[in-house]
C-alpha cells in the first residue's frame, strides 16, 4: 500500500548555469524538510548531493543525483542536474522523467548560457516551471533585472511572486504577495525559524502595485479574480493559488521567487511553491506510445489501475551493489521479482531490488506504484531511454535524443596487462552515458574515446583511475568533423557475381542530393517491380553504411537525401547482400562526385570580464577564427558572445585566465556545423593522418 498519494507526490528537477546554486538550495531544501541533520557546501566539498569526488574536489555537479524528501505531508522527489554544458545529456534524461522544474538564476548574472540552454530543454518537454532567483546577499543583486532578462530572452510572462527587502549585504527577507506578508529568518537557527511580519511601511506602495500586477495577470485564469479587477473587491489568498496553479500548469506564467540559499532564506517558501503550484503526477498529460507487437497506438494515465509502464533514464555502476538502472514509473504497480518486458529489444526483465536513492545512499522498496522515481538491480537488457512495462500490455514511448560527440581522444593503457582492464571501464562508461562513445579506428587500431568538451572526456578519464585503477595515456583531443555534399547526382551501383552454382545479382539507380540539417533521408520512387520490396530496406541499409565514411577523411557524411529511382534483379541470383553491397556502392561513387566538403563544429561562447580586458579578449577570439555576434553589459561586467571552431579552442580557458589576470570566466556550447575553408582541409588532413 502506498504511503503518499498521487496527487501528494511531485517529481521535480532543479537546473540551471553552472554555479548558480543548484546543489545548495538542494541542500537547504533537505535540511529544512528534515532529510538531513546538517547542511553541506559545495565549496567545503561536503554536500550531500554532490556524492562524486570529482564533484566534491572541482565544486561543481557533474552526474544527475535523485533524493526523496517530505514537506506538509507530500512527498517530492528530486533530481539536481549539472550546469556546465559538457553534461548536458545528465540534464535531457533528467527532463525526460520529471512533472515540474525549478530553474535558477543567479541574481548577479541574471540569464546566463547555460540557463538558456536548460531552458529550451524544458520548452522541448512541455514542463512546467518555476523561477528561483538565487544569490540575493550578493553585491550588484538585482531582481528585477534578472525578471526583465527572462522575460526579453525567453519571451515569458515571468511574474514576481515575492519582493526582496533590499538586497547585497543588506538582503532582509522577503515579501510574499500572495500573503501580503514579509519573511525575516532567524540566523541562529540556519534558517530553519523565521516570523511573518508586516510589510515594512517604506515597501507597501510597491508590494501593492506589485500584487495588483500579478491579479491583472491572473485575471484571465478565474472569474473571481476578473471580478476583483474590475470592481475591486477583495480575493481571498486560496483564490490566487488556484489561479496561479492553474497558469502554471498551462505553462502561461512562470511565478519568480527569490532568496539566498547561501544565507539560509527564502527556500521554505520555494518548497511552498513546488506543492501550491507545480505539477502532481495526476497534472500531467498520459504518457503515449505504440505497441511493438502491433503497432497499435497506447497511453497510461498515472493510475495504480492501468498495466504497469516504466522508463529507465539513467544507468550507473555503484561500488556496493553493481549497476542501478533508475526509473520512473508512469503507471500501474510491480513487486520485485516479477517479469516485465523491455519493449526496446522485446526481451524479458526481472530486478532483484528496488530502492529509493538519497544521493549515494539508499533504502530497499518491496513494491512501485505509479509516480514512483526509484533505482532497481538486476536488469540485464535494459539502457538509457528503454521502456519497461507488463508483459501483456508493451508500449514503446517516444525515444531520448541526446547530442553527438564534438571531441575525440585516442587513449591506451599504460600498460599490456591493463587492456582488458581498460576495456571494461569504457564499457561501463559508455553504458552508463549516452554522450561518451567508444570506438576503433580501423587505420591505426587505436582506441577512440569521444564526448561533449574537454571537462567531459578529462572526468571520464579520472573515473577510470579512480573507480577501475585504470592508468591511461590519453592523447590529443581531436575533433569530430562531418562531410556534407554540395550537389545532386545520379549515382549507379551494380554488384554481379557469377562463380559457378548460384551467383549474386543486384543493381540499383539512385539520386543524392543535399538535405541541409535533415540528417539522412531515403526515399523509395520506384513504383514497378524493378527492384522487389523485399530488397528495398537493404539499399537502404547499404546506403546507411556508406555515408559512416565520406571521401575526404573519412568522417561521417550527414545530410543527405538518397533515392531509389530505378534498379533491376535476377530471380535467381539476387539476394539482401547483393543489393546491400550496390547500394553501398551506388552512395560511396555518388558522393565522391556530388561536391563533397568537411563540417567543423563551431562553438557557441559567451564570456563575462571587466570592461579592462574587453579588447585583448576581442583580439584573441578573432585569431581563433572567431565571430563576434555582439556585446553587451551586465551587473557583474561585460558579456561577449561570439561563434567560434571548436579546433581552435582548446586549452582556452587557461589563456583566458592568463589574458584577463584570472576575472573572466565563460560557458561554451555546440551551435552548429559549418564548412571548413579550403585552405584548411589538407592541414586538418595531415593532423589526422599523423602527417603534421
Known sequence: MRKYSLNKTRNIGLAAHIDAGKTTVTERMLFYTGKVTRMGEVHHGSAVMDWMDQEKERGITITSAATTCFWKDNKINIIDTPGHVDFTAEVERSFRVIDGLIVLFCAVGGVEPQSETVWRQADRYHIPRIAFVNKMDRAGANFQNTVEMMRNKFNINAVPIVIPISSGENFEGLINLVKMKAYYYDENSLGAKYREAEIPERLIVECRQAQETLLGELSDFSDEILHHVVHGDDVSEEVIKEALRKAVLEIKIVPVFCGSAFKNKGVQLLLDAVIDYLPSPLEVPPVSGINPFTGKKESRVASEKDPFSAVVFKVMRDPFVGKLHYIRVYSGTLKTGENIINTANK??????????????????????????????IGLKHS?????????????QMKVMKFPKPVIS???????????????????????????FQVRVDEETRQT??????????????????????????????QVAYRETITKAVKTEGKFIKQSGGKGQYGHVVLEIAPVPGEGFKFVNKIRGGDVPKTYIPYVEQGAREALGAGPINGAPVIDVEVSLVDGSYHEVDSSDLAFRIAGSKAVTEGIRRAGPVL??????????????????????INVRRGKIEGMFHKENGEVI???????????????????????????MEFSNYEVVPESLVMQIQGRIRGLA
Do not use: W
Open 641 to 667: 558572445s561570439a561563434l567560434v571552431p571548436l579546433s581552435d579552442m582548446f586549452g582556452y580557458a587557461t589563456n583566458l585566465r592568463s589574458l584577463t589576470q584570472g576575472r573572466a570566466i565563460h560557458s
Open 409 to 435: 581522444v585516442a587513449i591506451e593503457p599504460h600498460a599490456k596487462a591493463e587492456e582488458e582492464n581498460l576495456a571494461k571501464a569504457l564499457k561501463i562508461l559508455s553504458e552508463e552515458d549516452p554522450t
Open 599 to 620: 563540417l567543423e563544429p563551431i562553438m557557441s561562447i559567451e564570456i563575462v570580464l571587466p570592461i579592462d580586458y574587453v579588447g585583448d579578449v576581442i583580439k584573441d
Open 448 to 477: 577512440v574515446i569521444s564526448g561533449m568538451g574537454e571537462l567531459h572526456l578529462e572526468v571520464l578519464v579520472e573515473r577510470m583511475l579512480r573507480e577501475f585503477k585504470v592508468k591511461a595515456n590519453v592523447g590529443r583531443p
Open 383 to 395: 539502457s538509457t531511454g528503454d521502456a519497461l512495462c507488463d508483459i501483456k500490455y508493451p508500449i
Open 347 to 376: 526481451k524479458r526483465e526481472r530486478f532483484t531490488r528496488a530502492l529509493i536513492m538519497h544521493a549515494d545512499s539508499r533504502e530497499d522498496l518491496k513494491e512501485l506504484y505509479a509516480g514512483d522515481i526509484a533505482a532497481v
